[in-house]
């Protein structure tokens, strides 16, 4: 197939878990990356080597075990920078997540009376929680885009939306339940001609496009490192280094302070201004290991074949009669994350059916409440695919799939 990566069953042997046969003898068909990736074998052997050779606290002990554990703790955070282009590494954050990075942009970004944010319809709950509380706590008046019928952001209203009053863009890259890929440019180009912030979500770009912050031209970026092949635990917050040394801490503690009387306290410049206490030390260097091992394969590459895969489930999908594809149908237009529904099947259900043959997919809300509820549903059902996904494995989901009508006497 056209556009798969060259080296599939090379790669596939990178991630031991792919080998596993699940109760009933059946083989594991995962089908769930976008809600946490599988980790290859350099990733996992990184962080077993740190944790058996190099293991003490970071920027604090003075022996030969607390420099190395720094130098590997700051070594990824190198890895980061060249991972996203950042024209720095004191812009790139390690935080536990990309909700922890969210919520400490919605914390240290000054609001008020008057001020308005501006979000979408499609985001994640991080994306949308983190910044109603921003605005109740300060009086700023929280909108959003809503979306057109096959999943797109409306646009018709843009110039009043996002107006002189604007302070913060937020907005997600690419859906994690409808699939959708956002015009980046446009949103971060209407942000800067009012003078706001634009926040870009990139939790589920990362991992399948290349990501420039710099040919962005956004202001902060954050993604998650369970995500892109690399650990739990472990977060990102890019961030211009001029506009991250103007915002005010986020957490108070050790290593992130100049000094400290009981009077008052200084604090560091960014990025150690909000990376207070110890960090997630092996998360970090196993973050680092996971960016290296894409950047090997190729960013490119893994987005093509991102695109080949999702339009060969596509087309797989609507041969099952009765499933409705949530969002885009044209893969050039769209990640790999496909929400669907079932006439007359529970996507629980539907769950559970394709898990006892082995297929492991995702069924809820997918933490995407407000999408799913202008689309007049509760909930989906989602298959999502990664870089070591085969057209085999979606022929098993779709089989799965006439199964369960099957199964459930439908139709």
């Known amino acids: 197939m056209e556009g798969l990566l060259p080296d599939l069953d090379v790669i596939r042997k990178d991630f031991p878990i792919l080998e596993r046969t699940l109760a009933g003898g059946v083989p594991l068909v995962y089908?769930?990356?976008?809600?946490?990736?599988?980790?290859?074998?350099?990733?996992?052997?990184?962080?077993?080597?740190?944790?058996?050779?190099?293991?003490?606290?970071?920027?604090?002990?003075?022996?030969?075990?607390?420099?190395?554990a720094t130098e590997a703790y700051e070594g990824a955070r190198d890895q980061v920078a060249g991972f996203l282009n950042a024209s720095s590494r004191n812009e790139v954050v390690f935080t536990k997540n990309a909700t922890e990075a969210l919520n400490l942009l919605a914390r240290t970004i000054e609001l008020g009376p008057?001020?308005?944010?501006?979000?979408?319809?499609?985001?994640?709950?991080?994306?949308?929680?983190?910044?109603?509380?921003?605005?109740?706590?300060?009086?700023?008046?929280?909108?959003?885009?809503?979306?057109?019928?096959?999943?797109?952001?409306?646009?018709g209203n843009a110039d009043q939306l996002v107006d002189e009053h604007t302070k913060v863009v937020a907005f997600t890259w690419v859906s994690n339940m409808l699939g959708t890929i956002n015009p980046v440019t446009d949103l971060v180009a209407r942000a800067k001609a009012v003078g706001a912030y634009s926040v870009i979500d990139a939790s589920q770009a990362a991992p399948q496009l290349p990501v420039d912050v710099q040919a962005t031209g956004c202001d902060f970026l954050v993604f998650t490192g369970h995500k892109v092949t690399g650990p739990t635990g472990i977060g990102v917050l890019w961030g211009r280094?001029?506009?991250?040394?103007?915002?005010?801490?986020?957490?108070?503690?050790?290593?992130?302070?100049e000094t400290v009387t009981m009077a008052r306290s200084t604090y560091a410049k960014a990025p150690h201004r909000f990376e207070a206490g110890t960090p997630p030390i092996v998360e970090a260097v196993g973050l680092g290991a996971a960016v290296d091992y894409l950047r090997h394969i190729g960013l490119d590459a893994i987005h093509r074949h991102e695109q080949a895969i999702t339009a060969y489930a596509l087309e797989g999908l609507q041969s099952v009669p009765g499933l409705t594809v949530l969002g885009p149908l044209d893969a050039a237009d769209r990640g790999g994350a496909i929400s669907f529904e079932l006439d007359g099947v529970h996507p629980h259900d539907i769950a559970?059916?394709?898990?006892?043959?082995?297929?492991?997919?995702?069924?809820?809300?997918?933490?995407a409440k407000p999408a799913h509820a202008r689309f007049g549903v509760q909930s989906s059902t989602r298959m999502s695919s990664y870089l070591y996904t085969t057209p085999a494995e979606i022929d098993a989901l779709v089989e799965s799939l006439h199964h369960a009508r099957s199964y459930f006497k439908v139709g």
């Open 352 to 367: 559970q059916v394709l898990d006892s043959r082995g297929v492991a997919v995702r069924a809820g809300h997918h933490c």
């Open 31 to 68: 089908l769930d990356s976008a809600n946490t990736s599988q980790k290859p074998q350099v990733v996992i052997d990184t962080m077993v080597d740190h944790l058996e050779r190099h293991n003490a606290n970071i920027a604090r002990a003075m022996h030969q075990l607390g420099a190395e």
């Open 114 to 155: 008057g001020d308005n944010v501006v979000i979408t319809e499609m985001e994640h709950h991080s994306n949308i929680v983190s910044w109603q509380l921003a605005c109740e706590r300060s009086g700023a008046e929280l909108r959003w885009f809503g979306l057109t019928d096959d999943g797109r952001l409306d646009m």
């Open 241 to 257: 280094e001029q506009l991250l040394n103007e915002l005010p801490p986020f957490h108070g503690g050790g290593e992130m302070i």
